[in-house]
């Protein structure tokens, strides 16, 4: 069954310093992987997923994200973090094997200190 | 272009009650899904559907129902409310699996 662990909670990080939000997975074949950020009573929107192809993803507002096939992980990265990044921020994943529904894992939240 | 959109906002039910959350996409999307947010778990999959006439259950199915007779449309059905599904609901849809999902705006439901 498919699976996607988020293991921090909460990330602190002081503005202009870089950020990583941890996320590994389990899926029986290859997965479609995705992020997904929600700012304050606001829907979820869209950063940035790996279909295939580079390991390394960029997306929208300076994020990229690592996929490693060998760790099962696709953390999300931003080499230097801003007070407005802070929100909640959701890995995704979608597979064949699991009927393409998409599973989430249990948010991180990221606060970014001025 | 109105996407994906979710009525009602917010609603009240009492223990017991029925209701119907309606979900609509105006992007010819196949494929289809709702959430539940709740603090600290996340977004949990109740039910979802791969196109007209196919539904499937998710990770918390139970007390929900749902059905799928045309593309655009997805709504979401509570038997008999109770108070452990007061949550913020949220619809999805995406063209392709290899595609992101589009939400909804949201559903606060309370039960009483």
């Known amino acids: 069954a498919q699976s996607v662990a988020q293991p921090e909670d909460q990330v602190n990080v002081a503005e202009g310093n870089p950020l990583t939000v941890k996320c590994t997975y389990s899926v029986s074949g290859n997965p479609y992987l995705f992020w997904y950020v929600q700012y304050p009573n606001r829907g979820l929107q869209f950063l940035l997923k790996y279909i295939?192809?580079?390991?390394?993803?960029?997306?929208s507002y300076g994020f990229e994200a690592e996929f490693n096939?060998?760790?099962?992980?696709?953390?999300l990265k931003k080499p230097s973090a801003l007070v407005s990044d802070s929100a909640l921020y959701f890995c995704a994943v979608r597979d064949r094997?699991?009927?393409?529904?998409?599973?989430?894992?249990?948010?991180?939240?990221?606060?970014?200190?001025? | 272009n109105a996407?994906?959109?979710q009525t009602p906002k917010f609603q009240v039910l009492k223990t017991g009650q029925s209701m119907t959350l309606q979900c609509a996409q105006d992007m010819n999307h196949e494929y289809m899904s709702w959430y539940r947010q709740d603090p600290g778990m996340g977004l949990r999959l109740i039910h979802y559907s791969v196109g007209a006439g196919i539904t499937d259950q998710g990770?918390?199915?139970?007390?929900?129902?749902?059905?799928?007779?045309?593309?655009?449309?997805?709504?979401?059905?509570?038997?008999?409310?109770?108070?452990?599904?007061?949550?913020?609901?949220?619809?999805?849809?995406?063209l392709r699996p290899n595609e992101k999902l589009?939400?909804?705006?949201?559903?606060?439901?309370?039960?009483?």
């Open chain 2, 59 to 94: 990770e918390v199915p139970n007390g929900y129902n749902v059905s799928r007779s045309t593309t655009e449309d997805f709504p979401l059905r509570l038997l008999s409310a109770a108070p452990s599904q007061t949550s913020v609901y949220f619809c999805a849809s995406s």
């Open chain 2, 3 to 5: 996407g994906v959109t």
């Open chain 1, 97 to 114: 094997a699991g009927g393409f529904k998409t599973i989430f894992g249990a948010g991180t939240r990221l606060f970014v200190k001025a």
């Open chain 1, 69 to 75: 096939k060998s760790q099962t992980s696709f953390h």
């Open chain 1, 52 to 59: 295939t192809g580079d390991n390394l993803v960029k997306g």
């Open chain 2, 102 to 112: 589009f939400f909804g705006s949201g559903t606060q439901l309370s039960v009483l």
